[in-house]
């Protein structure tokens, strides 16, 4: 990550950045944690590095569109999620509708998410930011990726994502 020279100094176009960029930061964020809440926090965590560096603003799409999606895994694997997950789970008396269909959503999004999480960095990144609507030419500049390896990329992901669950649903 690129740094200000000057501690403790904002960038001058923060401000215009930001409008033009939270909804693609906050879409790739929720795709990673599948909450719009912890990705807006994310999005707080992305804008204040990006405030504080040196990313050219022509690069600021493709670096906050990366950064979102590590922060996101970031809090994927560090298991922040735990605490939330554990109290909603203990507020469990008010039943909706179809609860059978809610638990097996919940729980295939949950084991698809920590897939994700147990993948190589880059792969994870990849598929997250082409599954947000990156196109091919915008993932290849956020990755530093030549356009043409960005689809192999992102297939290698989606085997991998596949194998990670087949392994974890076989192991239990």
């Known amino acids: 990550m690129a740094v200000s020279t000057r501690p403790g100094a904002v960038r001058a176009d923060l401000e215009e950045v930001f409008r033009a960029a939270y909804p693609r930061v906050v879409g790739v964020a929720a795709r990673v944690l599948g909450s719009r809440d912890e990705a807006e926090d994310v999005a707080q965590e992305v804008f ?3 405030g504080h560096s040196s990313v050219p603003a022509g690069e600021a799409t493709g670096w906050l569109s990366v950064a979102a999606a ?3 895994l970031n809090h994927l694997r560090s298991g922040r999620r735990r605490a939330t997950r554990e109290q909603v789970a203990g507020d469990g008396d008010v039943l909706a509708p179809d609860v059978a269909d809610t638990v097996v959503t919940l729980d295939e999004r949950r084991r698809v998410r920590a897939a ?3 993948l ?3 792969q994870a990144v990849a598929l997250v930011l082409r599954h947000s609507g990156l196109s091919y030419a915008e993932v290849a500049a956020a990755l530093e990726l ?3 390896s960005v689809g192999t990329t992102v297939r ?3 085997s991998a994502l596949r194998e990670e669950l087949t392994r974890h649903a076989s192991s239990h």
């Open 116 to 118: 994700l999480a147990r």
């Open 70 to 72: 590590h922060t996101a």
């Open 146 to 148: 030549s356009p043409g």
């Open 156 to 158: 290698r992901a989606e």
């Open 120 to 122: 190589p960095r880059k």
């Open 48 to 50: 204040l590095s990006f």
